[in-house]
């Protein structure tokens, strides 16, 4: 299986910071990346597809990058709903891996 | 608007079954590859399971911690995705969530979850 590495684990940040999380495919995903935002109690929602693209209604403060097998979310300006577990998932393999978690908490 | 709802967790002991069923409105069920993804109390998402669509044959695909022991079906004319669970272990604990996958008419097919249900919870535990 490809394995997430996704890091920090947690972060603390105020509002109005520049955020960023960063995901490790331990090989090649191509750009084949989504990233999902989760709050307590609901269901994950998908932010980033593709790597880059944004998903329809999301702020335009989240962006997604790539280098290589190296994958990052930046949130531009930290919002108060921002404050949240973000997790990467790959789904280029027949056998789909999600990243570790990270969760954004209010410094 | 795109609907999933989950039924059917509950509380079993370890070494039964279960079975989870989710009803899907809103869009061409029969056009979109279907998964499921649990999550155990306070921990991360896991990828359970996944079905194609008819153009893929209805094909399956299997995390290895459930590989024969779970099943993921669907029925194209009811719009509901099963998941029927056997030899339930306690570490299989977890909410259980229908997510619905990509769009498919054809070919490779990659894309994220892009709609999700808001979970059921399964307990093993005796």
Redesign the interface.
């Known amino acids: 299986?490809i394995q997430m590495t996704q890091f920090p684990s947690t972060l603390s940040a105020s509002v109005g910071d520049r955020v960023t999380i960063t995901c490790r495919a331990s090989q090649s995903i191509s750009g084949?990346l989504?990233w999902?935002q989760?709050k307590p109690g609901?269901?994950?929602?998908?932010l980033i597809?593709d790597a880059s693209r944004l998903?329809s209604g999301v702020p335009s403060r989240f962006s997604g990058d790539r280098s290589g097998t190296e994958f990052t979310l930046t949130i531009s300006s930290l919002q108060p709903g921002d404050f949240a577990t973000y997790?990467c998932?790959q789904?280029?393999s027949?056998?789909?891996?999600?990243?570790?978690?990270t969760k954004v908490e209010i410094k | 608007e795109v609907q999933l709802v989950e039924s059917g967790g509950g509380l079993v002991q370890p070494g039964g079954s279960l079975r989870l069923s989710c009803a899907a409105s809103g869009f061409t069920f029969s056009d979109h590859y279907m998964d499921w993804v649990r999550q155990a109390p306070g921990k991360g998402l896991e990828w359970v399971g996944r079905t194609r669509n008819r153009p893929h044959s209805y094909t399956t695909e299997y995390a290895a911690s459930v590989k024969g022991r779970f099943t993921v079906s669907r029925d194209d004319s009811r719009n509901s995705f099963y998941l029927q669970m056997n030899y339930l272990q306690t570490e299989d604990t977890a909410v259980y969530f229908c997510t619905r996958g990509a769009f498919c008419s054809g070919g490779r097919c990659p894309g994220p979850f892009d709609y999700w249900g808001r979970g059921t919870l399964v307990t093993v535990s005796s």
């Open positions: 299986d084949e989504a999902y989760q609901e269901a994950p929602k998908v597809y998903e997790y998932q789904y280029n027949y056998s789909l891996t999600f990243g570790g978690g």
